[in-house]
Nanobody, 127 residues
């Protein structure tokens, strides 16, 4: 069973950048499709980005497309989320997720597709 550990988030000014990482232990990350979700106060957990195992196909929520990039370094068992042009509405707790399956593209953004979750890390975008 894989364990996921997110890097510490932080406070960033609007327009700034931040990179989150998610280290997988207990199993090679190359065996998993990985994703990032986020949850703002009082809101449902929502999909941010995903990267599939094998072909590394990526998917993004419309709200972050063009600003966020998900990538993986299998040698380090780590997945990254590079966040640029951050906005106050990006403020949320960000969660890393993983699945041993290889979800079809249309299913990559569904919470139900992932059986392993990290504890979450706070990202605050504010001046």
């Amino acid at each position: 069973q894989v364990q996921l550990l997110e890097s510490t988030g932080g406070l960033v000014q609007p327009g700034g950048s931040l990179r989150l990482s998610c280290a997988a232990s207990g199993g090679a990350s190359s065996r998993y499709s990985m994703a990032w979700f986020r949850q703002a106060p009082g809101k449902e957990r929502e999909f941010v980005a995903a990267i599939r195992r094998g072909d590394s196909k990526t998917a993004y929520a419309n709200s972050v497309k063009g600003r966020f990039t998900i990538s993986r370094d299998n040698a380090k068992n780590t997945v990254f989320l590079q966040m640029n042009s951050l906005k106050p509405e990006d403020t949320a707790v960000f969660f890393c997720a993983a699945t041993t399956s290889n979800p079809i593209f249309s299913y990559m953004g569904q919470k139900e597709a992932y059986e392993f979750w990290g504890q979450g890390t706070q990202v605050t975008v504010s001046s």
